[in-house]
């Protein structure tokens, strides 16, 4: 998994144990904005500031750890998605990569529609007032119960992801008198170039029907008797932190296939189909994502075309992106700790978060990128691993990377682009009280998501 290793500053001159990083950057006080939200800059004394204001008042009015969302960046982001498929396609905001009222209020206002996969998840977008019509469920396991909310508030697609489903949501909707719209969601057989876990389009793995050995086929077939069920399309989704398009054109051909085969078999042209997301963004510089103009394209001209040799009409296409429209806006401001350095290997710097608030690192290996924001330094680079105040020497933030060496105790560092499955996937590990989300835009700063309480932790604890 390593990148290149070079020498760093002098503090590590000769031999740099193993790990995942580059040469230490030119000017560790840049901010590159591959991987900082637009609104990132450093004041003229030095401090970093996002949305107009400097984050040592941030972190003095909010605390740390604490998730700082920028929120003109969020919405620009949302709305070149929707500008790039324009009127004649749906972007639905995967709500699993961070979800909050706040969120929903957002993606209501520029347009954009919602992918939820659970109750809760459900719950937020109405409570928020999204329209049910524009909400999609996925979920490779949803309850009766679910299902049943689903169907009654009327959410436009419900995806339907096994054999059991389809006859469990053909059967509530009956039993509610309604006829359900459906896609089914198919696995293509990609094998995705993303980390094992977040890959989801290869055979061997729990979402959807596979479209190899007719299983898909069958599934339409049975989806096509049921009177509670109003099937639209077919919906692929084919793993996350993708950068490579040619795994989206090889599904979508492949979905555009297996229109063909319905169209031939029973007389239908379903007249949607929803690719799902997976659009990777840049963690660190060496990251160089696409943009959603140049992904909007070639979807477009792939489908359009392997349309026109089926002698189909091109369905309305339907994208699910989560990470590339919050991941990059937002970063976790942390206070420094302690420093441990370890000579000629690394410095360990303990902040006051870690894998409670960011389990990725240690999850899938991911690489992240870290900068000293309370100040700017001109002492040399040290290699760095920072860690977080976890009970588990896997309680790893960012695995590599290099601040100043004069780093003390008390200075702020922030990891940007963790808007995605960062607080999502927060968890209360050794009691964590989860951090809180404020949005920042234009001078003020509000939280959407406050910060967990100790009584909060004891008020489920019943004793
Ligand atoms: C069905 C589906 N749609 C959309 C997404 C969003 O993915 P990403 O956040 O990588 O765009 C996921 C998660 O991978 C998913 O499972
Ligand atoms: N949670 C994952 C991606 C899975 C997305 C949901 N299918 C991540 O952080 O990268």
């Given at each position: 998994m390593s990148r290149s290793a070079h020498p760093a500053g002098p503090r590590h001159a000769d031999v740099l144990p193993e790990g995942h990083y580059t040469a230490p950057p030119a000017d560790l006080n840049a901010l590159d904005p591959k991987v900082w939200s637009r609104t990132v800059t450093r004041t003229p004394e030095g401090a970093v500031s996002v949305g107009g204001i400097d984050v040592t008042r941030l972190a003095e009015e909010f605390g740390t750890p604490a998730y700082f969302i920028d929120e003109d960046d969020f919405r620009a982001r949302a709305q070149a998605w929707r500008t790039a498929f324009g009127e004649g396609a749906d972007v639905f905001y995967a709500g699993k990569a961070f979800l909050s009222r706040a969120i929903v209020r957002w993606l209501h206002e520029e347009g954009l529609n919602l992918d939820v996969c659970s109750g809760g998840e459900l719950s937020t977008a109405l409570s928020a007032g999204?329209?049910?019509?524009r909400i999609a469920f996925h979920g490779n396991n949803k309850s009766a119960a679910e299902i049943e909310k689903a169907v009654s508030v009327g959410v436009g697609h419900i995806v339907l992801d096994s054999f059991q489903e389809i006859v469990r949501v053909a059967h509530i909707a009956e039993q509610l008198g309604k006829r359900q719209r459906v896609l089914i969601r198919v696995t293509v057989g990609v094998e995705a170039h993303t980390h094992e876990f977040i890959a989801?389009?290869?055979?061997?793995?729990?979402?959807g029907i596979a479209l190899a050995d007719g299983q898909a086929a069958e599934a339409v077939r049975r989806a096509l008797k049921l009177d509670g069920l109003e099937l639209v399309g077919i919906h692929s989704h084919i793993g996350s932190q993708i950068f490579d398009m040619a795994g989206f054109e090889v599904a979508a051909r492949r979905v555009v296939s297996l229109l063909a085969e319905i169209r031939d078999e029973h007389g239908v042209e379903l007249p949607e189909i929803d690719l799902g997301g997976g659009l990777g963004i840049a963690y660190t510089s060496d990251d160089d994502p696409r943009e959603p103009h140049e992904i909007a394209k070639a979807l477009g001209e792939i489908v359009t075309r392997e349309c026109e040799a089926a002698g189909l009409r091109t369905p309305r296409i339907s994208v699910e992106p989560g990470r590339a429209i919050v991941g990059p806006t937002a970063f976790t401001l942390y206070e420094v700790g302690t420093i441990k350095p370890l000579d000629g290997l690394r410095t360990y710097v303990s902040v006051d978060g870690g894998m409670s608030d960011n389990i990725r690192t240690a999850l899938y290996d991911a690489e992240y990128s870290v900068s000293l924001v309370s100040r700017t330094s001109d002492a040399d680079p040290m290699l760095v691993r920072v860690v977080g105040k976890h009970c588990e020497s896997g309680d790893i933030v960012v695995r590599d990377a290099f601040l100043p060496s004069d780093l003390a105790p008390g200075d702020l560092i922030a990891v940007p682009a963790t808007g995605a499955y960062c607080r999502s996937m927060a968890s209360n590990y050794n009691h964590a009280l989860r951090p809180p989300v404020v949005a920042v835009r234009d001078g003020e700063a509000r939280v959407i998501v406050r910060r967990e309480t100790e009584e909060d932790l004891l008020r489920l604890d019943v004793g």
């Open positions: 999204m329209p049910a019509e989801t389009a290869h055979e061997d793995q729990k979402f």
